[in-house]
T-cell receptor, first 110, second 115 residues
Framework: QKEVEQDPGPLSVPEGAIVSLNCTYSNSAFQYFMWYRQYSRKGPELLMYTYSSGNKEDGRFTAQVDKSSKYISLFIRDSQPSDSATYLCAINTGGFKTIFGAGTRLFVKA | EPEVTQTPSHQVTQMGQEVILRCVPISNHLYFYWYRQILGQKVEFLVSFYNNEISEKSEIFDDQFSVERPDGSNFTLKIRSTKLEDSAMYFC?????????????FGQGTRLTVV
């Protein structure tokens, strides 16, 4: 079983739609949950970072963690064409190694 | 805004040659990392470095790889004898404390092409 699983997409939505991106993980020891955005041929950029179960909101972005189900989500409200990118979930046990999901490619059509 | 800078942006090398990829982490950061991303695949952890020593490394980081902080600002990744399968984007990252406690900032990457 893979440590982190993420549907690679692509996911195509119209501008203004609510986007839901998801990952599952296998190890209950994972403690820190991140979402990164990566534009083509660029480095990952941290969007959201959460530690506990529940929701965390930052502008149009909401990160949700359900530790009982080992399920993490990122919601994007009022999606914009500039949100078109690959979204990577990432998980850390509290040590130095971060494990990334495969990334979901998102296209937001104007 | 402070950022992690990497040089060169693109490096082409012949198989068997040594390459050194360079990074300047954010100045007050103490933890440094190298990741790689083979085209079309996921970002993979290679190594973390703190207090002038490796704190954790993955199974990918074998004897062909080494890291160094030669001075107070640079952080390098050396590949001793490159193979075709080393072709990838290599990302340097840094964080104020260990990733579990705070965010890691990534550089723009060096594209390594081994021919």
């Amino acid at each position: 079983q893979k440590e982190v699983e993420q549907d690679p997409g692509p996911l195509s939505v119209p501008e203004g739609a609510i986007v839901s991106l998801n990952c599952t993980y296998s190890n209950s020891a994972f403690q820190y949950f991140m979402w990164y955005r990566q534009y083509s041929r660029k480095g990952p950029e941290l969007l959201m970072y959460t530690y506990s179960s529940g929701n965390k909101e930052d502008g149009r972005f909401t990160a949700q963690v359900d530790k009982s189900s080992k399920y993490i989500s990122l919601f994007i409200r009022d999606s914009q064409p500039s949100d078109s990118a690959t979204y990577l979930c990432a998980i850390n046990t509290g040590g130095f190694k971060t494990i990334f999901g495969a990334g979901t490619r998102l296209f937001v059509k104007a | 805004e402070p950022e992690v800078t990497q040089t060169p942006s693109h490096q082409v090398t012949q198989m068997g040659q040594e390459v050194i990829l360079r990074c300047v982490p954010i100045s007050n950061h103490l933890y440094f990392y190298w990741y790689r991303q083979i085209l079309g695949q996921k970002v993979e952890f290679l190594v973390s470095f703190y207090n002038n020593e490796i704190s954790e490394k993955s199974e990918i980081f074998d004897d062909q790889f080494s890291v160094e902080r030669p001075d107070g600002s640079n952080f390098t990744l050396k590949i001793r004898s490159t193979k075709l399968e080393d072709s990838a984007m290599y990302f340097c990252a840094s964080s104020e404390v260990g990733v579990g406690d705070t965010e890691a900032f990534f550089g723009q990457g060096t594209r390594l092409t081994v021919v």
